[in-house]
């Protein structure tokens, strides 16, 4: 796919989906972090809109309802060695924090073990190391089960039990949890919340103003193998209406057919 299509449909969504310069909070979510390059470029794409604050500072400002700004927290799930090797020396280098989900039982085994592909983990010792760089932990789950499909005892067994490891690892009680498969519902959000999370961040798309609940704070996936303008088209499609969402999405089914047919393109003479 060539950059040419997503020019008009990035104007296209800019233009009919909700500005991003009213203050709102905003969750980037990522997983393996191919290089540095890209992880640096993306922050420098999106620095036209945000602010970059610690995960801890967006949840502050929406829990005393003082999103004045425009303002955006990193997430890393699951603790891909790539998120060591690649994205902590740049969150170093232009000096922001990222939220860090362990899964315990990753860490121990060095792999994202029980993943389709199992990617490289940190260990302890890499965990300590990104605490230690001004960033913050998070309670992913011991085992990154989907805990819609455990029981009262099951959700509570993998919380306690990830918070304990992080503990004895680490030296920190995590207090946000981060749900694995980003899976979550009522019977899940009242079991962490009587343990005593502060937050339960989930992978639902979008922005949050003042007074967001904590217990399904949002956070939306980033690609970073996506060209950029592509991201931003998928950001602010999740944004619309369900109808204007499915208007827009026609249109890319359009661009995407006219760019396939050979007659309309270019390259073929
Ligand atoms: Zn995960």
Redesign the pocket.
């Known amino acids: 796919m060539t950059e040419k299509i997503w020019f008009p449909l990035v104007f296209f969504t800019r233009w009919i989906s909700k500005s991003w310069k009213v203050p709102h909070w905003r969750v980037f979510c990522f997983h393996d972090v191919p290089d540095r390059e890209s992880f640096e470029t993306f922050l420098n794409y999106f620095a036209k809109w945000y602010t970059y604050v610690p995960f801890t500072n967006g949840v502050q400002a929406i829990m005393n309802g003082r999103v004045s700004t425009t303002i955006a927290s990193l997430r890393f799930?699951?603790g891909f060695l790539s998120q060591f090797e690649h994205a902590l020396p740049v969150l170093h280098q232009l000096g922001y924090s990222g939220i860090l989900?362990v899964v315990p039982k990753y860490v121990d085994a060095g792999r994202l073990i029980g993943n389709r592909v199992p990617d490289p983990a940190m260990n302890w010792t890499m965990v300590k190391i990104w605490q230690e760089h001004g960033n913050e932990l998070a309670n992913?789950s011991f085992s990154?089960r989907r805990l819609v499909e455990c029981s009262a005892e099951e959700i509570e067994n993998e919380a306690i039990t990830a918070a304990r490891e992080i503990h004895k690892n680490t030296g920190t009680w995590t207090l946000d949890f981060i749900y694995?498969h980003g899976r979550f519902s009522p019977f899940t959000q009242r079991i962490l919340t009587n343990l005593g999370f502060a937050t339960q961040s989930t992978i639902v798309r979008g922005k949050m103003n003042s007074n967001h609940p904590t217990d399904r704070i949002h956070g939306d996936q980033v690609d970073l193998t996506r060209p950029l303008l592509k991201t931003e088209i998928i950001l602010r499609l999740g944004e619309l209406s369900p109808r204007l969402r499915k208007a827009a999405l026609a249109l890319k089914r359009v661009a995407h057919k006219r760019l396939k047919d050979p007659r309309h393109d270019p390259r073929v003479t």
């Open positions: 799930d699951d989900g992913h990154h694995p």
